[in-house]
Structure formats: structure tokens, C-alpha cells
């Protein structure tokens, strides 16, 4: 556990939950981030309002960036996956979405904060999953 960072870890946590409390309080919207990427697609639908989605793209995007330039540098990320690999994956957490009805951040942080039980039964299913997958691919796999 060489990148255990619990201060770092516990301040990212609030800001996340502060900031799906402030889109809840003044729009009443779900930070849900592929809610939110989902509404930039579908730009064309009656309030698809596009300005609040994008600047809180940008908020998850820059917020890193603004870290690295106060924090004067951040972790290195390294990923042991090859491409293929990571397409993969992505295409599959996508589907996942679509079919849970939503991503891990809309169930994980705002619904179970709201005491939903849909969102309950997404997340405990999103971490068995997770979990199951990681024992696999690490061990049983030989990796």
C-alpha cells in the first residue's frame, strides 16, 4: 500500500460529495456522471441544457490539473492493461450503465446518500462484480 494517501483520500471524498450536493440543492439534478455525458450526446432534447453539463465536465477534467499546479505534481498513473484490453473494459462498464441505469457515481454516491434501494442493489452488484472480476484476472487467471 504504497500509494495509501487516507488525507488526500478523505478531502477528494467530500469534494465529491459537496459537489453532488450543490447540483442537487440548486438544480436538483444527479451527479451522475453518465447522466450527465448522456445529455451532452442528446444535445437536441428539450432541456438538454448543455451549459451546467459542461462546466462540470470541465470541474472533473481541470480538477486534477489544478491539483498537479498547486500540489506541485500528483501520483503518476501507470496502467498494465494493453489497449485492446481498456476498450474492452470501457465498452463493458458502458453497458453495464445502460443496463443498471446508471453509473457507479448517479448509484454510488447520490443514491445511496438519498437511501435509494435501487441504488443499493446497483452498488452492492457493481462492487461483487468488481471484486469477482479483480480475484479472477489477479489470481485465478495467473495474473
Do not use: K, Q
Amino acid at each position: 500500500m504504497e500509494n495509501f494517501t487516507p488525507g488526500g483520500a478523505l478531502l477528494g471524498g467530500a469534494l465529491i460529495g459537496l459537489s453532488a450536493a450543490i447540483l442537487m440543492l440548486y438544480s436538483g439534478r444527479i451527479a451522475g456522471i453518465s447522466g450527465i455525458v448522456g445529455g451532452l450526446v442528446n444535445i437536441r432534447r428539450p432541456g438538454a441544457e448543455p451549459g451546467w453539463r459542461l462546466a462540470f465536465l470541465a470541474g472533473l477534467i481541470g480538477g486534477p490539473a489544478l491539483v498537479n499546479a498547486i500540489a506541485g505534481g500528483i501520483a503518476p498513473i501507470t496502467l498494465d492493461a494493453s489497449v485492446g484490453l481498456m476498450i474492452g473494459a470501457g465498452l463493458l462498464v458502458g453497458i453495464g450503465t445502460r443496463l443498471g441505469g446508471g453509473c457507479t457515481s448517479g448509484h454510488g454516491v447520490c443514491g445511496m446518500a438519498r437511501l435509494s434501494p435501487r441504488s443499493m442493489t446497483a452498488t452492492v452488484s457493481f462492487l461483487a462484480t468488481a471484486m469477482l472480476i479483480a480475484y479472477l484476472v489477479r489470481h485465478a487467471a495467473g495474473g
